[in-house]
């Protein structure tokens, strides 16, 4: 943090040069953009999706495809516990967080068309741009190797 003098007097303003810190004046949804950065490709026969999931473990996520949308989501809780020699709690921390992202893929891919694997942090969907001409009616969920 860098003190600059005030405006008003010779000495410096704590609080007016604390409260204008990147910390308080940065957009609240910029950290959004960096949850599940995504990379699209065209290999000319598949879309290739590359989507960032770092932190998350195979476990925490869940691909769903229905009406024509495919969902990508994950959640995750922590539960941090350290205690000293006597059993004593001398820090205790808690995580709990999600993110959710969809993209249209259209009506004609079925569940069993999208294949997704799951690797240091990265879901890899691979989506067949020629599917047949079906309809999901329910949804259900893709399997994510790994």
């Known amino acids: 943090m860098l003190f600059t003098p005030s405006r008003r007097h010779t000495g410096f303003d704590l609080f007016d040069d604390f409260f204008n810190d990147p910390f308080f004046t940065a957009p609240v949804n910029q950290s959004i953009n960096t949850i599940m950065r995504t990379d699209v490709k065209d290999d000319g026969s ?5 989507i960032e999931l770092p932190g998350f473990k195979k476990e925490d996520i869940r691909a769903e495809l229905k009406e024509g949308y495919l969902t990508i989501s994950a959640s995750r809780q922590d539960n941090t516990d350290e205690k000293d020699t006597n059993g004593k709690v001398i820090r205790q921390e808690r995580y709990s967080g999600s993110c959710k992202r969809s993209f249209y893929v259209g009506e004609a891919l079925k569940q069993e068309d ?15 741009k020629n599917a047949p001409k079906t309809v999901e009616e329910t949804p259900r969920y893709i399997e994510i190797s790994g």
């Not at 598949?46 to 590359?50: E, F, I, P, Q, V």
């Not at 694997?117 to 067949?128: Q, S």
């Open 114 to 128: 999208i294949h997704a694997h799951f690797e240091n942090g990265i879901l890899k969907l691979m989506l067949p």
């Open 46 to 50: 598949s879309y290739l999706l590359d």
